[in-house]
């Protein structure tokens, strides 16, 4: 999980509720991601930021929000507009590995189940 | 813990023996690719990455070979260990200086003590 945390591990949502989970990292790293596994599939990019103040739709943004006030920080809001939110939600990072290709670092999600 | 390893296709092998992981990536002009392992109800771990102008690379215990004519991607771990155990995926690097990645669906490894 390196030096990217996200929490709680587990959240329950009403239906018709907004929740907020927090994605937060002390790698340096400018870019961070969000993105939604479901049982079977592989990730989908929900929303993703190259650098403070900026962020941009992924494949699935409908019933997501995300801000980027600081360069640590990257919470998700999932919203009561999104019709099906049960799912294993990770953030991930982007830096530098061996050589000059950076590559993306998953912290270890946030389980959300609407009751 | 997490049912990521619903619906996947399934390699199981028994402990001591190699195992050899395919994916198929989609985009030609995919310059970038890494495995990742993702144990159950955590999140996916780097393992190892190879850039399109290579064929091979290896890492401790782990080889990926790269085929850019059939754009395939294979991942190797020697004498398979039980803490093998987990779900396997690859991803490309489509999005360039972006960093966009494309995940495959994965592959779960079961090892047989």
Not at chain 1, 78 to 86: D, F, G, L, R
Not at chain 2, 69 to 93: M, R, W
Not at chain 2, 101 to 112: A, E, M, R
Request: glycine share 10%; proline share 4%; aromatic share 10%.
């Amino acid at each position: 999980d390196g030096g990217i945390t996200q929490s709680p591990k587990y959240l329950f949502r009403k239906e018709g509720q907004n929740v907020t989970l927090s994605c937060e990292q002390n790698l340096n790293h400018d870019a961070m991601y969000w993105y939604r596994q479901d049982p079977g599939q592989g990730l989908r990019l929900i929303y993703y930021s190259q650098i403070v103040n900026d962020f941009q739709k992924g494949d699935i943004a409908e019933g997501y929000s995300v801000s980027r006030e600081k360069k640590e920080s990257f919470p998700l809001t999932v919203t009561s507009a999104q019709k099906n939110p049960t799912a294993f939600y990770l953030c991930a990072s982007r830096g530098l590995t061996s050589g000059s290709t950076d590559t993306q670092y998953f912290g270890p999600g946030t389980r959300l189940t609407v009751l | 813990g997490e049912n990521v390893g619903l619906h996947l296709p399934t390699l199981s092998v028994q402990e001591g023996d190699n195992s050899i992981i395919n994916c198929a990536y989609s985009n030609s002009a995919s310059d970038y690719f890494i495995w990742y392992k993702q144990e159950s109800g955590k999140g996916p771990q780097f393992i190892i990455d190879i850039r399109s102008n290579m064929d091979k690379r290896q890492g401790q215990r782990v080889t990926v070979l790269l085929n850019k004519t059939v754009k395939h991607l294979s991942l190797q771990i020697a004498a398979t260990q039980p803490g093998d155990s987990a779900v396997y995926f690859c991803a490309e690097n489509y999005g360039g200086s972006q960093g966009n990645l494309i995940f495959g669906k994965g592959t779960k490894l079961s090892v047989k003590p």
